[in-house]
């Protein structure tokens, strides 16, 4: 392994080529990305810094002194690229214009010809690179982009939003600034395996390396020089970007190791990912990576039959994504013991009830283990339903929600999903914009009308339980506050136009609101959330 101080100069020079390996990530840094680094060399450049240091590239060099596989560093490789591109479209002077494509992709002064570029990004990204930034004259960008097609377009335009009011002299004053002041450490290793240890140890002092990054390398070591996995890999990761996208990789893998491994993680992710492929085809795991991402898209966009679907509206509303390894492990196995629909009600019935007795994150997780490790065990639907049955507390979750529920994490959740199920069942509501959880008997009782029928004893036991509370569209609504019931009632059926709810609709359909119709109401409520979220 060496490491050496090298310019721009000499990193971007006659005979060197860069490469960006197969598992590498795709290029994602955005606009504050190459902000960061325009702003920073051309501050450094504008108070005379001698040296200015920009980081690290670590390669593997493949053919002496010429050929060179970047292996950390190609997002700041690639955004210097854009930057010495777009200084060879804004300067004027040709012998400047010169210099600048020299650095990125030289033309034969024979021919005319364009010769191969300086770094050669991701295969599928390459011909674009290549045709819309590195080429003189430019065709017109493409309607569909890609994600990392579009960060080359915009962090482009970045630079020449940047770039473009400096005068000419300027211009060519920072370029060669970059070239002879700029400097990175160069680390160049000679074989993968000295290469993977470093990207290692870099990971974990926290550089910002991906477990994506890192399990797809894992997965080009564990395939060796079999080009059909290669291939296999690389076909995967770019299907897993389209499905997934890069920004959700990392969550959307967390949530399938739980899916597999059925158990509180022991280590980082990708170390947990190691014990995974311990004795695994790469050519089948990279089957069910893309089985479990499609999987993972249906359950985040709620792809499934109206039958499913409102059970996964509802357990969207909870306030953690726990429930999603068993529900993933539940359509990733390919032999159910138990039908889609009771499936999927009894994870939303243990998941509600678990959250409104208010577990810690370790009881709750343990029933979803459970489940997972009976899924992925193949066991009987009678054996699945006992391990639901198990966990189920009807009684302490009946209490719990006969209590004040107003302020509670769970509030707004269990009132929307009563209002799901006063419709149809072949209905599922989707709510967009602000909702608002509204007292009927007002918290500050202030008008003739309510201290007429309550006394602050009566108002203080009844005002925050769920018979008393409905919901109502946008903000905190001020204009109901403290009114009487039948000012209330013109406010709610006003508000109705916006949004409507059937909660608010059998309320106002009410001539008066005592403490006999908020028991009455707190009764029948309750008796719905037990047919809805009782384990039997």
């Known amino acids: 392994m060496k490491a050496e101080e090298s310019k721009l100069s000499q990193v971007l020079t006659d005979g060197k080529i860069y490469k960006i390996p197969l598992y590498q990530r795709p290029y994602s840094w955005n606009e504050k990305h190459t902000q960061d680094l325009i702003n920073d060399t051309y501050e450094a450049f504008q108070e005379n810094q001698q040296e200015y240091f920009i980081g690290t590239i670590i390669s593997i060099e493949k053919e002496r002194d010429t050929r060179y596989d970047i292996v950390d560093g190609q997002q700041r490789l690639t955004t210097l690229t854009l930057m010495f591109s777009k200084l060879r479209d804004l300067i004027e002077d040709s012998a400047a214009k010169k210099v600048m494509q020299d650095r990125i992709m030289p033309v034969n002064v024979l021919t005319g010809e364009a010769e191969k570029p300086r770094l050669n990004i991701r295969l599928q990204d390459q011909r674009f690179f290549e045709k819309h930034i590195l080429a003189v004259d430019k065709p017109e960008i493409p309607a569909e982009l890609s994600e990392p097609q ?320 409905t919901l109502l569209s946008g903000k905190k609504n001020t204009k109901a506050q403290n009114y009487s019931f039948p000012k209330k009632k013109e406010i709610y059926n006003n508000l109705d136009k916006k949004v409507s709810f059937d909660l608010t609709k059998e309320v106002c359909s009410n001539s008066d609101w005592t403490e006999e119709k908020i028991y009455e109401r707190q009764e029948k409520i309750i008796k719905h959330l037990r047919e809805m979220w009782e384990i039997k």
């Open 150 to 469: 579009r960060n080359l377009i915009n962090n482009s335009k970045e630079i020449e939003s940047y770039l473009k009011d400096k005068s000419q002299n300027e211009l060519k004053l920072y370029a060669n600034y970059l070239l002879n002041n700029v400097y990175i450490v160069f680390v160049n290793t000679q074989s993968f395996a000295s290469a993977y240890r470093l990207f290692n140890v870099l990971n974990a002092r926290g550089l910002s390396l991906s477990n994506g990054d890192l399990l797809k390398n894992r997965l080009y070591e564990l395939a060796g020089t079999n080009a059909s996995s290669q291939g296999i890999i690389e076909d995967t990761w770019q299907e897993l970007e389209e499905i997934i996208t890069i920004a959700n990789l990392d969550n959307f893998l967390g949530h399938f190791r739980t899916s597999i491994k059925g158990s509180k993680a022991q280590d980082d992710l990708f170390k947990e990912y190691e014990q995974i492929l311990i004795g695994k085809d790469v050519d089948d795991f990279c089957s069910e990576l893309i089985k479990a991402a499609n999987n993972y898209k249906k359950i985040v966009t709620n792809d499934f039959p109206v039958t499913l679907k409102i059970y996964v509206s509802s357990l969207k509303r909870v306030s953690y994504d726990e429930w999603i390894p068993p529900v993933l492990a539940f359509l990733n196995s390919s032999d159910h013991n138990i039908d889609d629909k009771d499936f999927f009600e009894l994870i939303e019935k243990i998941t509600y009830q678990n959250w409104i007795r208010r577990l810690g994150g370790t009881k709750r997780n343990t029933v979803y283990y459970n489940v997972i490790n009976d899924i992925n065990s193949n066991r009987s639907k009678e054996d699945l339903f006992d391990t639901f049955k198990k966990h189920a507390n009807n009684k302490e979750f009946i209490e719990v929600l006969n209590g004040d529920l107003y302020g509670m994490s769970y509030a707004k959740a269990v009132l929307l999903g009563i209002e799901n199920t006063m419709q149809d069942s072949s209905v599922v509501k989707d709510y967009t914009g602000l909702i608002s959880i509204e007292h009927i008997l007002p918290q500050s009782i202030k008008d003739s009308y309510w201290t007429d029928r309550f006394d602050s004893e009566k108002h203080k036991m009844l005002v925050h339980r769920i018979g008393n509370l």
